[in-house]
T-cell receptor
Framework: ETGVTQTPRHLVMGMTNKKSLKCEQH?????MYWYKQSAKKPLELMFV???????ENNSVPSRFSPECPNSSHLFLHLHTLQPEDSALYLC??????????????FGSGTQLSVL | AQTVTQSQPEMSVQEAETVTLSCTYD???????LFWYKQPPSRQMILVIR??????QNATENRFSVNFQKAAKSFSLKISDSQLGDTAMYFC???????????FGQGTRLTINP
């Protein structure tokens, strides 16, 4: 148990569906991240939130919509996804957004399949 | 562009052997930090070891150590006395001082055989 919990663990959705991924951290951290892990590709940073404010959007398509209502919760709202969006979506947190000096704590991810 | 290359997609060794995973990176920055993360079948990424680029001394964490060659932009991970629980994907990554974006390699799948 690392203190970062992601739900659901698996998700299958059609291209016209709307779904949400949830991440919750119990570590008292102020920064939260969404990463995408596709098969045979490096992990890609998607979004960074620091004290609930979005501080980085790594050119992510608008069909992915993040939400951070407080420092403990992070959502990723999905709509009209494409099959190439199928991937493992990992959430992480750290005390602050100073990724160089701090360890990232990751959740176990949501394995998403888009049909 | 900032990139990380892990040239070994898969490796396999016997339990108790020593194994070295290679990693090279490319950046024009001089202040950065390097990491090795482990991702076991549970999918949860776990930090294995961290190295500050300004430090010449190689980092060590118990059975894990690195060989950091800054001029060559090389950052290999050595696992001594390998154990079955070391079976996992291993990712090399770096981050520029002051940045938020951790740049990852494609990973090396390591299997420790009994």
């Amino acid at each position: 148990e690392t203190g970062v919990t992601q739900t659901p663990r698996h998700l299958v959705m059609g291209m016209t569906n709307k779904k949400s991924l949830k991440c919750e951290q119990h570590l008292g951290h102020n920064a939260m991240y969404w990463y995408k892990q596709s098969a045979k590709k490096p992990l890609e940073l998607m979004f960074v939130y620091n004290f609930k404010e979005q501080t980085e959007n790594n050119s992510v398509p608008s069909r992915f919509s993040p939400e951070c209502p407080n420092s403990s919760h992070l959502f990723l709202h999905l709509h009209t996804l494409q099959p190439e969006d199928s991937a493992l979506y990992l959430c992480a947190s750290s005390p602050t957004r100073d990724g160089a000096n701090e360890k990232l704590f990751f959740g176990s991810g949501t394995q998403l399949s888009v049909l | 562009a900032q990139t990380v290359t892990q040239s070994q997609p898969e490796m396999s060794v016997q339990e108790a052997e020593t194994v070295t995973l290679s990693c090279t990176y490319d950046t024009s920055e001089s202040n950065y930090y390097l990491f090795w993360y482990k991702q076991p079948p549970s999918r949860q990424m776990i930090l294995v070891i961290r190295q500050e680029a300004y430090k010449q001394q190689n980092a060590t964490e118990n059975r894990f150590s690195v060989n950091f060659q800054k001029a060559a932009k090389s950052f290999s991970l050595k696992i001594s006395d390998s154990q079955l629980g070391d079976t996992a994907m291993y990712f090399c990554a770096f981050i520029i001082q002051g940045a938020q974006k951790l740049v990852f390699g494609q990973g090396t799948r390591l299997t420790i055989n009994p």
